[in-house]
């Protein structure tokens, strides 16, 4: 049972313009989320986070978007830069502010367009 | 610079082996976790220790073992009975401050053959 999903598997933007990237969770017990993004070989880095008290966080040309009623959270990018193409993985916990336990959905592979 | 080292980055075995991967970070991070990332499958938690001498299994444990002996070092253990080894294998600290996100080494490739 995926409790985090991510069901687009690839996203291409255009250099420049705005890249979102969504994420939808069914466990009703997550209240921590996080944005890593990740190159081929390579560990996951962290990109932002957001607790369940928040409805936005942003960070410089990230913010992430939380809906709790409706289990949704989204990223945007503004604006995207050829960088940015890396895969992205949406991870939830249940321990606010923490980082233990983290689930994870099956990413989202973005490719920016020059 | 303080980070967390896995090795080797590739690794290869014959099917029926044991094979040992290594973890080490120098973060003084309490807590360690081994993840394992398949094509389309994200990231599934193995084993996790959030003391030294003490781990707790994860999502898919079976096939695997760990030991945390140090503070540093969380190797993992893939076993004979793993169904399904070859996989890039994650493993990743948390520190204990408010918001701090879980930091990944750069992963080890098993290929099981």
Not at chain 1, 13 to 39: A, P
Not at chain 1, 77 to 91: E, K, L, M, R, T
């Amino acid at each position: 049972d995926q409790q985090v999903k991510q069901n687009s598997p690839s996203l291409s933007v255009q250099e420049g313009r705005i890249s979102i990237l969504n994420c939808d969770y069914t466990n009703s017990m997550f209240d921590y989320f996080l944005w890593y993004k990740k190159y081929p070989a390579e560990g996951p880095t962290f990109l932002i986070s957001i607790s369940s008290i928040k409805d936005k966080n942003e960070d410089g040309r990230f913010t992430v978007f939380l809906n709790k009623s409706a289990k949704h959270l989204s990223l945007h990018i503004v604006p995207s830069q050829p960088g940015d193409s890396a895969v992205y993985f949406c991870a939830a916990s249940a321990f606010l502010t923490r980082s233990e336990k983290l689930t994870f959905g099956t990413g989202t592979r973005l490719t920016i367009i020059p | 610079d303080g980070g967390i080292t896995q090795s080797p980055k590739y690794l290869f075995r014959k099917e029926g082996q044991n094979v040992t991967l290594s973890c080490e970070q120098n973060l003084n991070h309490d807590a360690m976790y081994w993840y394992r990332q398949d094509p389309g499958q994200g990231l599934r938690l193995i084993y996790y220790s959030q003391i030294v001498n003490d781990f707790q299994k994860g999502d898919i444990a079976e096939g695997y073992s760990v030991s945390r002996e140090k503070k540093e070092s969380f190797p993992l253990t893939v076993t004979s009975a793993q169904k399904n080894p070859t996989a890039f294998y994650l493993c990743a600290s948390l520190g204990g401050r408010i918001n701090s996100p879980l930091h990944f080494g750069n992963g080890t490739r098993l290929t099981v053959t």
